[in-house]
């Protein structure tokens, strides 16, 4: 069983930058595709990066150019770089880990999940 545990989440102003990193424990953390994903109040769960073992990265349209993923396996750690904050970034954000090496952008494609660090960037 895989546990994850994010941080760095905040309030933010808009224009600003933000960091949160996703610890993880009880797996194999180098052999996982790690993904952040994001709800804001009343929509559904979004993809917005991820990043797999050989460090292959995949972006959604709405972040791409303003976030970078990485990951830094002797920490176990992954990390989301978050700049240029808008508005619309306000959500919580969520870790998930999956094995092998495919990329998912839905959330179904993901088997461990964390709790969410809240992200509120404020207009």
């Known amino acids: 069983q895989v546990q994850l545990v994010e941080s760095g989440g905040g309030l933010v102003q808009a224009g600003g930058s933000l960091s949160l990193s996703c610890a993880a424990s009880?797996?194999?953390?180098?052999?996982?595709?790690m993904g952040w994903f994001r709800q804001a109040p009343g929509k559904e769960r979004e993809f917005v990066a991820a990043?797999?073992?050989?460090?292959?990265?995949v972006y959604a349209d709405s972040v791409k150019g303003r976030c970078t993923i990485s990951r830094d396996n002797a920490k176990s750690t992954v990390y989301l770089q978050l700049n240029s904050l808008k508005y619309e970034d306000t959500a919580v954000y969520y870790c998930?880990?999956?094995?092998?090496?495919?990329?998912?952008?839905?959330?179904?494609?993901?088997?461990?999940w964390g709790l969410g660090t809240q992200v509120t960037v404020s207009s």
């Open positions: 998930a880990s999956r094995p092998g090496i495919v990329i998912p952008v839905v959330p179904n494609g993901y088997d461990f």
């Open positions: 009880g797996g194999t953390f180098g052999s996982y595709t």
């Open positions: 990043i797999n073992r050989s460090g292959g990265t």
